[in-house]
């Protein structure tokens, strides 16, 4: 890792700065790919798929029969884990409920908020090189709580144990479409696939590019997003090795992958670098993360107080307090999509199982937006009640305001029924 040494708050801006893509190339690819499923429905998705993905598909979605099929494919233990993982994520995302509270502004006044599930979301799983099928459970679960009707779910992967997370969460509806194209599909609508009313689901660039373009025509998505991150907050009580194996987790997603430790510690930031260099060897997919961590930096600061106002100005996606008070130090974070605390809270506990959810707010958006959680799935409807004896009480107070605003039918809408009390 890159290792800058104190730098002056001037330049956090472009030490924190991430990657810039060529949004709007990627967009003038993506356009006739929605504007071709928009008008040919069905028979676009086929030859997108024979053009991109070079598959032949006959049968858009998957046999009801697929998923009993996968479940008898998976071994007992992966199995278990999923089930595992379903039970947590289900517990910590059942806490999320918030029961309706009446409550009386004045005499007669009673408004409430009640939570009303989305009928229709869509969820998106991408193929790639990594069977995503713990995002399944992230964001089916939910849906699945939420009471949503129609959950589908689209994904080029036919991998067994997407199929079996997909059965567990009640997918209503799920179709072997993977790119752009199914986006699109999801937000216009085939012959085959229903329309949507909110899209959810990581994906390429062409994949994220679609989503923010369906959403400027109304459908709505779960957040922008970006390559995935992760910042490493450490002290001298952190373990290197521990450190180490954090970054790398973040860094094999993808060669974009953002990683950055912070530390008043330069004997630790050596030491991460050494451990870095043996784990590489030991991965899979070191060629990936070799490169996102060749673009990394590690940034040493004076103290505790710099780190925290430099970790808030970047707003990572995933931030580790790898030091002796993570409790008391997470109180001061104000930007984070999620917060792990100590030594022994890798971020992977959150991708796969503890219970949060690992759908983020990347590039810097967790400065405004939240992660994915029951309430991404709902919609909160206001109820009011007022009664004889609260028009009389509220009645004169919204008479002078709509007066004060020349909106005088509002002010009638009013008065006729005080008038009407009055002659009772």
Not at 216 to 226: H, L, W, Y
Not at 347 to 356: H, I, L, N, P, V
Not at 387 to 403: F, K, L, S
Request: aromatic residues 6%.
């Amino acid at each position: 890792m890159k290792i800058i040494s104190f730098p002056e708050r001037s330049q956090w801006p472009e030490l924190l700065a991430r990657p810039e893509h060529e949004s709007g190339n990627i967009e003038k690819v993506v356009e006739p790919i929605l504007q071709q499923v928009k008008e040919k429905g069905d028979a676009a998705l086929r030859e997108l798929a024979q053009k991109f993905d070079k598959v032949e598909l006959q049968d858009l979605a998957f046999a009801p029969e697929a998923f009993d099929q996968a479940e008898a494919r998976l071994d007992d233990t992966l199995k278990g884990a999923i089930q595992q993982a379903y039970s947590n994520i289900r517990r910590f995302h059942e806490a999320q409920y918030q029961p309706i509270e009446k409550v009386e502004t004045m005499p007669g006044v009673t408004c409430w908020r009640r939570s009303v599930g989305i009928e229709k979301v869509g969820i998106y799983i991408p193929g790639g090189t990594a069977p995503l099928f713990s995002t399944v459970l992230m964001l089916g679960i939910p849906a699945q709580l939420a009471g949503c009707r129609d959950i589908v779910l689209c994904t080029p992967s036919d991998h067994p144990a997407i199929l079996y997370a997909a059965k567990l969460v009640g997918v209503t509806k799920a179709f072997q479409i993977g790119g752009a194209q199914a986006i699109a599909a999801m937000a216009y609508g085939t012959e085959s696939v229903p329309r949507v009313y909110k899209i959810f689901g990581p994906g390429n660039q062409y994949v994220v590019a679609a989503k923010m373009l369906v959403s400027k025509e109304g459908v709505a998505i779960d957040m922008p997003a970006g390559p995935s991150e992760v910042a490493v907050y450490a002290d001298d009580t952190a373990q290197p090795a521990f450190v180490a194996a954090d970054l790398l987790s973040q860094a094999e997603h993808g060669t974009d992958s953002q990683v950055l430790l912070v530390t008043t510690s330069k004997k630790l930031v050596n030491c991460v670098n050494m451990a870095l260099t043996t784990q590489l060897e030991e991965l899979p997919r070191r060629d990936i993360a070799r490169k996102a961590i060749e673009n990394s930096k590690a940034i040493l600061v004076d103290n505790e107080d710099e780190a925290i106002d430099l970790l808030n100005e970047y707003a990572a996606e995933h931030l580790i307090l790898s030091i002796r008070n993570a409790e008391e130090v997470s109180e001061r974070v104000i930007n984070a999509g999620s917060i792990f605390l100590g030594h022994y809270t890798p971020e992977s506990c959150g991708d796969y199982a503890s219970g949060t959810n690992h759908t983020l707010p990347t590039n810097g958006f967790a400065r405004a937006y939240s992660g994915v959680s029951l309430d991404s799935f709902v919609k909160k409807i206001t109820v009011q009640h007022i009664t004889q004896e609260g028009i009389r009480a509220i009645g004169p107070t919204v008479e002078a305001m709509a007066e004060a605003e020349s909106l005088h039918a509002h002010k009638r809408a009013v008065s006729i029924r005080l008038k009407a009390l009055d002659e009772m």
